[in-house]
C-alpha cells in the first residue's frame, strides 16, 4: 500500500504492504452503543470512537484538539498528566470519559497528608469473622482523577505510580488486580508553588502524554454560559459504550501494524533526544515503546490499521513533554528541532529501510 505523508513542508513517501489490510479493518468484536456489556456481535469501531467524541466534545467545548489526544491516551492503555490552571475543565472531562466508558469514577485530592493507603485501601480487623478484610481505595476504579498530584509527598506518589505501572497493588503481602481499563487522569500545579514536590523523571514515564487544555475561546465560553441558563444540576443519564468495548479498540490500537521503517525512524528520533546539546535526560526504552504505542492509537483514530510517520510527528509533543529535561524553555520547540533532524522514511527496500 503507498501512502503520502507530509511532514517538515516536504512531501514524504512510506511503503507498507500488509496482505490483511482491508477496507473494512476497523472493526471489533463489540455491542452496540447502550448501558449493556456487549455481546459477540461485531459493530464498526469508528462508529464507537466517534460516539465517544461527541461525547467528550459535548462537555469540553471547543478543544477537539484535546479531546483527540484524551482517546488517543486511552486507546493506547497510558496515563494522562494534565500541567494547567485550574477552572479549564478537567475535572468534567474525567467524570465524562468515565461515563462514556461504562466505568466508575474517583477522585484524589493530592495534599501533603496524604496516606498511601488513603489511596490504595488497607484492611481492617473483623472480630466477628476473626480475621482482616480488604476494603479497597479510589484506585479500585475504571477512571481515577488526582488532583494536584505533585502536592502528595514522594511516598504516597510512589503507591499511586505502582498502581499505575502494574495495575496492581500490594498491601499487607497481597497483590490486589486493578481493573484491565484503570486510566489515570493526574494534574499538577507549577513545581514552583507552595506545598509542592516534584515527580521524579522516573514517575513522570509513567505518563503516556502531557497535555495543556487551555482557555476556550470566545465563541466556545459563550456556548458554554448559554448551555448552563436553567441548569440547576450537572447530574444527567448518559449511555456508555461499555468497558468490554474500550478494551476490544485498545486491542485493536494495539494490532495496529508498524512498518519496519517507522520504527527505525522511531529509534532514530528517540537516539536524537540523547544526542541533542540541550535535553540532560533522553528518551528512554520505554518512552519509545509508549511512543509507539501512542502513534498506532493515533492511526486507529484515523481509520487506519498501520502507522506513518505523520501520527509519530503528531503525537511527539504531548509523549516527550512530559519526558525531556534539560537545558531549554521552549519544549515544543526543542522537540521540534528533533523532529527535524531526523530524515522522514520514504521507501522499504527488502530485507530493511531506507532514509532520504
Known sequence: MLLLSDAAGAASLVICSRSWMNKNHNTAT??????????????????????MRDQLNTVLLGKEDVVELVLTCLLARGHLLFDDMPGLGKTT??????????????????????????VTGFSVYDQKRGDFEFRPGPVFCDVLLADEINRATPRTQSALFEAMAERQVSIDGSTHQLSNTFFVVATQNPVESHGAFPLPEAQLD???MKLSIGYPDRGSELQMLQGHVGVVSQSHEVSSIGLKTVG?????????????????????????TREHAQIEIGLSPRGILIWQRVAQAHALLSDRDFVIPD????VATPVLSVRLSGDFDNTEEVIGEVLSSIPVPTKRKSGGSAHV
Open 206 to 208: 509513567r505518563f503516556a
Open 93 to 118: 472531562l474525567a467524570k465524562a470519559l468515565a461515563e462514556a466508558v461504562g466505568g466508575r469514577f474517583a477522585r484524589i485530592q493530592c495534599t501533603p497528608d496524604l496516606l498511601p493507603t488513603d
Open 248 to 272: 476490544a479498540l485498545q486491542e485493536l490500537a494495539a494490532n495496529v501494524h508498524v512498518c519496519p521503517s517507522v520504527q527505525e525512524y522511531l529509534i532514530d528520533l528517540g537516539r536524537a
Open 30 to 51: 463489540v455491542n452496540h452503543i447502550d448501558h449493556q456489556e456487549p455481546s459477540n456481535a461485531h459493530i464498526d469501531a469508528n462508529g464507537a470512537l466517534s460516539w
Open 311 to 314: 501520527d509519530v510527528q503528531h
